[in-house]
């Protein structure tokens, strides 16, 4: 593409800008694919949630991704547009973005101050944001020399690397300050660019991209005093934006020069193992040895009655296993769960026995992870590990209910504080919800909402669109052409279904990384918590290299050890948990009557009737069961 026949979109708002962008990632491939744009750039407010699925979905499809985002500059909120044009800037730009919501008082929106700005504004390309830009503010309040002041401080900070930038929505604010701006930036010998801030993907959807802020603000449609964007908001056409601007060709060449200056690709990396500190000058690779060695003997000696042969045979799985970890470099791993499991049972809060495939490993069983015995169970280790087909282990680890935040608070504090972090997660516009949100905004009655939304079917465990509960429900669909305020609900609805409209911290997930995590990735603080979170979810988060562990919380096992506190007062009998034989006949007869409300995995009215059916007789007969149900 050459500098004076295209345009590329530099601020651009995904479904990430929560709540307030309506474009989903893989709907602006899309786009630009259909317009025929061979770069973008996504500049989420504040925000780097999506850059990892963009910097993906883009270049599977073959159109560079340009990794951005729109961040507040000070308390006065005057925003500006930073582009990635190298990694340096990547890595300035996580910094940036972690510190606008890590440095702040809670309660404050996250924001970053001149001096941050200047010190990681290495490898970035700023725009100046337009009319929401501090020198546009500045232009609009008349107050013409603290406009160039912050311009000529941004000169300052990005050399050769900032850009005066113009908007066209048809607003009158921009048409007052455009010529002051343009004036500016020729003599102080700045370039212009011309962009668009797109917050839908089409004109067309301007109305309910205007419900979807007012779900956001808890206002109505009819408001006047609120938030608004215009219609010309959308994902404009090239063409579109040269009519636009065609008596600033320059303006829109400079998007093209921009895109070819940003070289940066985010892409996935290899696993980074944080390192494990060991005692006595030991290697990883010895410690664990030593470990899993130790770990075996205490076992045979406490819970196997072995023979010589028992014993090579556990040894000589134990040595297989150890050989294939090691190659395989996940030494660490194994002694990172180790630690802050036997750090949870050592502060007698209870952990789970072992679940999933990890149950299938005789070092794990050493290292107290899991409590079962692979081989007298029959479990096979190559189900967790296997050299053929290489993937990082995933111990499944579930703890007590009332205590799980005590262990993710130790490590949090063991493994360094700048190191570990919880992983996001995304609120999503779900059908029921939608269509009473939308309903609220549009101010309908509320019998009439909650109507039309309790014809959709709920079913969480297999959750159904509304365009699929309109293609199965006649009832729905006559609902919906009953009249036109109801069209207009399941018209929005549809349109602003899937959107992500809050973040949160996903319940079990935490990373733990070998260096201080900005370095890797971008940071987010959920005002509901002292811990930093990942801004890439669970899906992302791995492909930064970050080593991710499940702490699950199970009330099984909360319930498990008030059981055996409760016998110990009650009747003076100290109980072994571990001790407990799995062949008790009376244990058994309570299976074969479906009496398992509370017990773990075998408590749903299914699997009750299925054990009676079964008449399960052995511990083996329950795996099948949970396994194959």
Request: proline share 5%; glycine share 6%.
């Amino acid at each position: 593409m050459s500098h004076t026949d295209g345009f590329i979109h530099l601020h651009v708002h995904s479904a990430y800008s929560l709540a307030e962008g309506a474009i989903p990632v893989k709907s602006l491939i899309k786009l630009c694919l259909k317009k025929k744009m061979p770069a973008v750039a996504v500049t989420d407010t504040n925000n780097l949630f999506g850059a990892m699925e963009f910097a993906t979905e883009a270049i599977k499809a073959g159109v560079q991704p340009i990794i951005g985002c729109q961040v507040a500059l000070g308390l006065e909120n005057h925003q500006l547009v930073l582009l990635c044009q190298t990694e340096t800037g990547y890595r300035n730009l996580c910094a940036l973005v972690s510190k606008a919501f890590l440095d702040v008082e809670p309660n404050v929106p996250p924001h970053i101050t001149w001096e941050t700005l200047e010190t990681y504004a290495e490898g970035l390309i700023c725009l100046t944001g337009g009319m929401a830009g501090s020198v546009g503010q500045y232009l609009l309040h008349n107050q013409n020399k603290d406009a160039e002041t912050a311009l000529k401080r941004l000169k300052k900070i990005f050399p050769q690397r900032l850009y005066v930038e113009l908007q066209r929505h048809g607003l009158p604010d921009e048409d007052r300050i455009e010529e002051a701006l343009i004036d500016l930036a020729y003599k102080h010998d700045i370039p212009l660019v011309a962009t668009n801030d797109c917050y839908f993907p089409a004109q067309e959807m301007h109305e309910a991209h205007d419900a979807l802020l007012c779900i956001a603000e808890g206002r109505y449609v009819t408001e006047e005093n609120r938030r608004k964007v215009t219609p010309e908001h959308y994902f404009k056409t090239a063409d579109e934006m040269r009519d636009l601007f065609d008596d600033l060709p320059e303006a829109v060449n400079n998007t093209v020069v921009i895109a070819q200056r940003c070289s940066f690709l985010l892409q996935s990396v290899k696993p980074l193992l944080p390192a494990f500190k060991t005692e006595g000058g030991r290697s990883e690779v010895e410690e664990l040895q030593a470990q899993a060695r130790d770990g075996l003997e205490w076992r045979l000696e406490n819970f196997v009655q072995s023979d010589a042969e028992t014993a090579k045979t556990y040894r000589d799985r134990l040595e297989f296993e150890l050989d294939v970890i090691i190659k395989m470099g996940f030494a660490g791993y194994f002694l990172i769960c180790s630690d802050f499991i036997k750090w949870a049972k050592d502060n007698d809060i209870p952990v789970g026995p072992g679940r999933g495939s990890g149950a299938g490993s005789v070092v794990a069983w050493a290292l107290k992870i899991t409590d079962l015995d692979p081989i007298k169970l029959n479990l096979l280790f190559e189900r967790f590990l296997n050299p053929e087909r290489v993937s990082m282990p995933d111990f499944d680890v579930a703890f007590c209910q009332d205590r799980r935040d005590e262990v993710i608070r130790y490590v949090h504090s063991h493994y360094g504080r700048d190191r570990v972090a919880q992983i996001i997660t995304f609120g999503q516009l779900k059908a029921r919800a939608v269509v009473r949100d939308v309903g609220r905004v549009l101010q309908m009655p509320y019998g009439q909402v909650d109507r039309i939304a309790k014809m959709i079917p709920n079913n969480p465990a297999n959750p159904i669109t509304l365009a699929e509960a309109l293609e199965q429900d006649e009832a729905l669909r006559a609902e919906r052409y009953k009249d036109d305020t109801s069209d207009k609900l399941i018209t929005i609805a549809l349109q602003l279904e899937g959107l992500y409209r809050h973040a949160s911290t996903h319940a079990a997930g935490v990373v733990i990384g070998d260096r201080p995590l900005p370095e890797l990735v971008p940071l987010y603080r959920d005002p509901s918590s002292d811990m930093p979170a990942t801004q890439f979810n669970m899906k992302y988060v791995e492909s930064t290299g970050l080593v991710k562990f499940d702490f699950l919380s199970l009330k099984t096992m909360t319930v498990v050890q008030k059981a055996v506190k409760l016998i110990k007062q009650s009747r003076g009998i100290d109980i072994d948990v571990l001790k407990i034989p799995l062949e008790d006949e009376k244990t058994f007869k309570i299976l074969q009557e479906g009496k398992t409300v509370g017990v773990f995995q075998l408590e749903s009215a299914g699997m009750r009737d299925t054990g009676r059916k079964m008449k399960i007789a052995k511990f083996e007969e329950i795996i099948a069961l949970v396994a194959l149900y």
